[in-house]
């Protein structure tokens, strides 16, 4: 994708999240900070803050991954694969919804990077798992492990995906 194209992408998944009930209902969200393969989850994260939300992003600690508390004073350093970390923080346990990256998706199931961190983080909280996505990188018959996490919902540019079905993304399908 251009860079234009993900921008105008990314802004019609953010779009798309401030219309999820799932997302609007809930007091604590984490979110991860992209990469730039991904989504750019920036608006997401902002929107939340705005809402007056418990954000909260990734931090890495081993083998880890911790939901850390942010602001909009929060400082962040660059990790060992490139992407933003909160300095300092306090590490929260009560997450309402975690917005997730992916690799790829075939409907609710994901694959990621293989490291197992967010299939780790998810299985040890119980909260509303959203996937977001480019669409393009859906494929049929996705073959997905025995520890990978399954989604609850997952939103692109064009579509939201949800157990009771399918529907076009407003904002951008």
């Known amino acids: 994708m251009s860079a234009e194209e993900k921008e105008w992408a990314s802004g019609a998944i953010c779009d798309a999240m401030s219309g999820l009930k799932e997302f609007t209902r809930a007091h604590s969200v984490f979110v991860f900070l992209g990469t730039d393969t991904e989504p750019d989850t920036e608006g997401i ?11 909260a ?7 880890d991954m911790n939901a850390v508390a942010i602001s909009p004073y929060t400082n ?25 990256p992916l690799v790829a ?53 064009k579509r939201i995906i949800t157990r009771e079905g399918e529907r076009i993304n407003e904002y951008g399908g």
């Not at 994260?45 to 954000?55: D, F, I, K, P, Y």
């Not at 992003?57 to 083998?63: A, E, I, K, L, N």
């Not at 300095?87 to 975690?98: L, N, P, Q, S, T």
């Not at 040890?124 to 990978?148: P, R, S, T, Y």
């Open 57 to 63: 992003v990734p931090r890495v600690s081993g083998r």
């Open 45 to 55: 994260v902002g929107l939340a803050l705005m809402m007056e939300r418990t954000v």
């Open 105 to 157: 998706f075939d409907g609710l199931n994901r694959v990621g990077h293989g490291g197992g961190y967010y299939d780790r983080f998810l299985s040890e909280h119980n909260c509303i798992k959203i996937g977001v996505a480019f669409d393009c990188q859906g494929i049929a018959d996705l073959q997905a492990e025995d520890f990978d996490v399954p989604l609850d919902i997952l939103v692109t540019e």
């Open 76 to 100: 962040f350093k660059v990790n060992k694969w490139g992407i933003l970390e909160p300095v300092g923080g306090r590490k929260i346990d009560e997450i309402d919804i975690a917005v997730v």
